[in-house]
């Protein structure tokens, strides 16, 4: 059974910093592609970072040089740190899992709340 848990969300001021992680279970870890997705209220989910099998990473132009996406193969974990928040970072963000076309998991969600 194949199951993404995302973590670390939560309430924070504008500028603050927040981590989130996300720990996989079911899948061969190492060998996956893993994104960070976020969907805001009314709004459609969108890719926040990505980060391959080999750590190439990838970011969404809007949090470039503000957020962080990295993995530790030997914790199955996938984590983004996000620094410098905006009240528009505000979303549920989902940890995505995919293996070249053959599968693909969704976590359930952690909110983040950016506001003062």
């Known amino acids: 059974q194949v199951q993404l848990v995302e973590s670390g969300g939560g309430l924070v001021q504008p500028g603050g910093s927040l981590r989130l992680s996300c720990v996989a279970s079911?899948?061969?870890?190492?060998?996956?592609?893993m994104d960070w997705y976020r969907q805001a209220p009314g709004k459609e989910r969108e890719l926040v970072a990505g980060?391959?099998?080999?750590?190439?990473?990838n970011y969404a132009d809007s949090v470039k040089g503000r957020f962080t996406i990295s993995r530790d193969n030997a914790k199955n974990t996938l984590y983004l740190q996000m620094n410098s928040l905006k009240p528009e970072d505000t979303a549920t963000y989902y940890c995505?899992?995919?293996?070249?076309?053959?599968?693909?998991?969704w976590g359930q969600g952690t909110q983040v709340t950016v506001s003062s």
């Open positions: 980060i391959t099998s080999s750590d190439v990473t």
């Open positions: 079911g899948i061969i870890f190492s060998i996956s592609a």
């Open positions: 995505y899992a995919r293996y070249q076309g053959v599968w693909n998991y």
